[in-house]
């Protein structure tokens, strides 16, 4: 690179979106910023006793241009003048009902506050019975549909949501021209487009949750899905045949959203991904090593030379798609529905009385209260873990990490978590700990699933939030694992991967590997087993699994 040459990673996460600019060159990071949702924040349009979690694309609209906005006055005089490029990921499946010409039906007028006109985010699980019935239906067509993602539909995607939301709402039926994923919108708005038909869709998405293959020549044909349900007559008509690689350019940023955004007209903007596509880029991920993108949830990442595949099909697993990833590598993902959310639910457990007794008093001011409060459930993960790292791994209480279902291996998303080995000496920390390790024994799961059909996993990267901020989670997790994590430096792999794959698509770098080895910072901590730890985890790791298939096995047969 003969000039400087900024680019734009903008990382769409469940809580808030982040964006940095990022010099090429060298990876080093410009200017980054971040935006809570606030209609999010607030709770509003979502109902978590019945599992519907819906996101307001003004949160997105407002999000991406405070963020940006925020970054180019960062950067200082001159800065837009630099940037030539600009990449976004965002989570998935989170797919929203869309008229012909691409806009959300909540921007339409009549829809605004109607939650189903709304992205449907990843973690919502209203489609439960949409999913099993796709799995039922595929079970009896003469064409394995399923074989490219571990064998199992998930409520978590793209057509079970789509089904449920045309069941549950006429009037987002009849105004329902096209299904799109958020990682497809953000980059079709950008670039002004004006016909969904003409949207590029990323080969990450519609490969790992929409059932797009080459080997079927695009999506299932209209057939399998009109036996499904009349209501999905047609609409492979208006979905897409073909999809994109996220290092090719989706088009250029319109001279409306370049004033906007304050940047220049005519920049690259290009295709999008999921966040852990692109994070476990940013993480500079390995062939054969996982990359866990660790937050709210996990999403682990695999990549192997195609060659190396062949014909190949892992069972269990949230999909494997050529190119999802990395060009020309098979890109596998499996992943957790809770991880972070479950040490979440156990601190907002604890803090219940903070928030709901403290009207009992007259005593105490309420700001004052409100500010302890929040300082006291702040902390109070932090302090759960120090605690509970005293603890042997030896302890009667014992947990299943269902709590938001299974998704990786085998997705189930109507199981139930558990608790066991209760008694009047288990304490906070205690059941803080039983919960910790079995999100471990959900990783383990998943690395079993690689392993047991001959897909070697030779090492682990951690990333995001967790990795970053828990060295108690990260030490357990290469306990349980019996292998070492290395935890990237980075503290946004996300943001900075949507950066490395706009560098490509701006035709900085001929290949995303080398944008990755120019731009990847490297690994700052790594953990290692405990050899003395082994002998009792692999013995719980066994009561584990016993738990989750008895659970399993109850919760289906009284279903």
Same mark, same amino acid.
């Given at each position: 690179m003969k000039e400087t040459n900024w680019v734009i990673g903008v990382d769409f996460g469940t809580d808030s979106v982040r964006a940095m600019i990022v010099d090429a060159a060298n990876g080093d990071e410009v200017a980054s910023a971040i935006f809570s949702y606030p209609r999010w924040r607030d709770g509003l349009y979502c109902d978590p006793q019945n599992q519907r979690f819906r996101q307001h694309p003004l949160d997105y609209i407002e999000g991406l241009?405070?963020?940006?906005?925020?970054?180019?006055?960062?950067?200082?005089?001159?800065?837009?003048?630099?940037?030539?490029?600009?990449?976004?990921? @965002?989570?998935? @499946?989170?797919?929203?009902?869309?008229?012909?010409?691409?806009?959300?039906?909540?921007?339409?007028?009549?829809?605004?506050?109607?939650?189903?006109?709304?992205?449907?985010?990843?973690?919502?699980?209203?489609?439960?019975?949409?999913?099993?019935?796709?799995?039922?239906?595929?079970?009896?067509?003469?064409?394995?549909?399923?074989?490219?993602?571990?064998?199992?539909?998930?409520?978590?995607?793209?057509?079970?949501?789509?089904?449920?939301?045309?069941?549950?709402?006429?009037?987002?039926?009849?105004?329902?021209?096209?299904?799109?994923?958020?990682?497809?919108?953000?980059?079709?708005?950008?670039?002004?487009?004006?016909?969904?038909?003409?949207?590029?869709?990323?080969?990450?998405?519609?490969?790992?949750?929409?059932?797009?293959?080459?080997?079927?020549?695009?999506?299932?044909?209209?057939?399998?899905?009109?036996?499904?349900?009349?209501?999905?007559?047609?609409?492979?008509?208006?979905?897409?045949?073909?999809?994109?690689?996220? @290092?090719?350019?989706?088009?250029?940023?319109?001279?409306?959203?370049?004033?906007?955004?304050?940047?220049?007209?005519?920049?690259?903007?290009?295709?999008?991904?999921?966040?852990?596509?692109?994070?476990?880029?940013?993480?500079?991920?390995?062939?054969?090593?996982?990359?866990?993108?660790?937050g709210t949830s996990t999403c682990d990442m695999l990549v192997a030379p195609l060659a190396d595949m062949g014909n190949k099909l892992v069972r269990g697993i949230c999909g494997q798609v050529p190119g999802s990833i990395l060009p020309g590598m098979m890109g596998m993902e499996a992943g957790q529905s809770a991880f972070g959310d479950s040490y979440a639910w156990f601190r907002d457990l604890l803090c219940w009385p903070l928030l709901h007794v403290h009207s009992l008093s007259s005593d105490t001011d309420p700001e004052r209260y409100k500010s302890l409060a929040g300082e006291i459930s702040a902390s109070l993960i932090s302090e759960l873990s120090l605690q509970a790292a005293r603890l042997p791994p030896a302890q009667p209480e014992f947990a299943l990490d269902w709590l938001n279902g299974r998704r990786s291996p085998d997705a189930n998303q109507s199981l139930k978590a558990a608790l066991v080995g209760l008694q009047l000496g288990s304490d906070a920390p205690r059941l803080f700990r039983s919960i910790v390790e079995s999100t471990c024994f959900g990783a383990k799961a998943i690395v079993d699933c690689f392993t047991s059909q001959h897909v070697p996993v030779r090492g682990l990267i951690g990333l995001g939030g967790v990795a970053k901020k828990s060295g108690f989670v990260m030490q357990m997790m290469a306990d349980i694992l019996e292998m070492p994590i290395r935890i990237h430096r980075s503290e946004q792999t996300c943001a900075m991967g949507a950066a490395m794959f706009a560098a490509t698509a701006a035709g900085l770098y001929g290949r995303v590997e080398e944008a990755m080895e120019a731009m990847g910072k490297g690994f700052d901590v790594q953990y290692l087993p405990e050899p003395s730890h082994q002998a009792e985890y692999r013995r719980r790791y066994n009561k584990y699994r016993q738990l989750g298939n008895f659970v399993e096995k109850e919760f289906t047969a009284a279903q």
């Open positions: 241009e405070d963020t940006i906005r925020s970054c180019l006055r960062q950067a200082g005089p001159g800065a837009s003048g630099m940037i030539c490029a600009l990449s976004i990921d @965002s989570t998935g @499946s989170t797919p929203v009902a869309v008229d012909s010409g691409g806009t959300p039906l909540s921007l339409l007028s009549g829809f605004e506050q109607d939650p189903d006109a709304m992205f449907v985010l990843w973690k919502d699980h209203t489609a439960v019975l949409e999913a099993s019935e796709i799995n039922r239906h595929a079970a009896n067509s003469t064409e394995d549909y399923l074989q490219f993602v571990g064998g199992v539909y998930s409520s978590e995607w793209f057509w079970a949501k789509l089904l449920h939301i045309l069941r549950a709402n006429p009037a987002v039926r009849l105004a329902c021209y096209s299904w799109v994923e958020h990682c497809d919108w953000i980059p079709f708005l950008l670039c002004g487009g004006s016909r969904v038909a003409e949207m590029k869709r990323s080969v990450c998405a519609a490969g790992h949750k929409a059932l797009w293959s080459a080997e079927f020549g695009g999506l299932p044909p209209n057939a399998f899905f009109s036996s499904l349900d009349k209501l999905l007559d047609g609409f492979t008509d208006r979905l897409f045949t073909r999809t994109s690689a996220a @290092s090719e350019g989706a088009g250029r940023l319109s001279p409306a959203w370049a004033e906007r955004l304050g940047l220049t007209k005519g920049l690259v903007v290009g295709v999008g991904a999921f966040d852990a596509h692109m994070g476990a880029v940013g993480g500079q991920i390995e062939p054969y090593h996982l990359s866990k993108v660790m």
